[in-house]
């Protein structure tokens, strides 16, 4: 017999991080009326990849699936918007995406705690991180590497955010 999976999703961790005194309103797929309905301070919109392991990963078109693109686009021009991206890879992320957006997240393959996540997207934890690869614009670029000839990445090679606390608040 299967046992009930364990863990805490994004959503789940949002709303415990928020409390109740805060409404989330959850979209997979959210209509036009709802985003323009103006109701809405920001949003935090994750999207990307599903969890994989081996070949069930290997994809051809390295774009955010599930229309992501669209949806991130179609939110961030009207409200205020968090980009959290799950992926065990970069995704390619177009720049008239990127230019709508008002922050981007990089969580990578997070495991099953949410918590971990919105531990620093509401200022529990500090976010720390470089990185790892250089984040190309297209998948047109690849393989991409420090020092090459056309080395034009999105993001490079040890890009990133180091927040700490200091006694005069954030530095």
């Known amino acids: ?13 949002i709303q415990e991080s928020v409390g109740v005194e805060t409404e989330v309103v959850y979209e997979e797929c959210p ?19 599903v969890p994989y392991a081996e070949g069930l990963g290997d994809r051809t078109d390295l774009s955010i699936p599930f229309n992501g ?16 991206v799950v992926s065990g890879r970069p995704l390619v992320i177009e720049p008239q995406v990127l230019e709508k957006i008002d922050a981007l997240v990089a969580a990578w393959l997070p495991g099953s705690e949410g918590m971990g996540i919105t531990d620093c997207l509401f200022g529990d934890h500090d976010f720390v991180g470089k990185l790892p690869v250089s984040w190309f614009r297209s998948s047109d670029q690849l ?15 040890g890009y990133g955010l180091k927040m700490f606390r200091s006694d005069e608040g954030l530095a």
């Open 69 to 84: 693109s669209d949806l991130i686009t179609r939110v961030a021009s009207k409200v205020p918007t968090l980009v959290v």
């Open 1 to 13: 017999m299967l046992s009930k999976p364990t863990g805490t999703s994004i959503l789940e961790a």
């Open 143 to 157: 393989p991409i590497n420090v020092g090459d000839a056309n080395y034009d990445p999105l993001f490079p090679f």
């Open 31 to 49: 209509t036009e009326a709802i985003i323009e309905s103006g109701e809405f301070s920001y949003a935090i919109v994750a999207v990307g990849e």
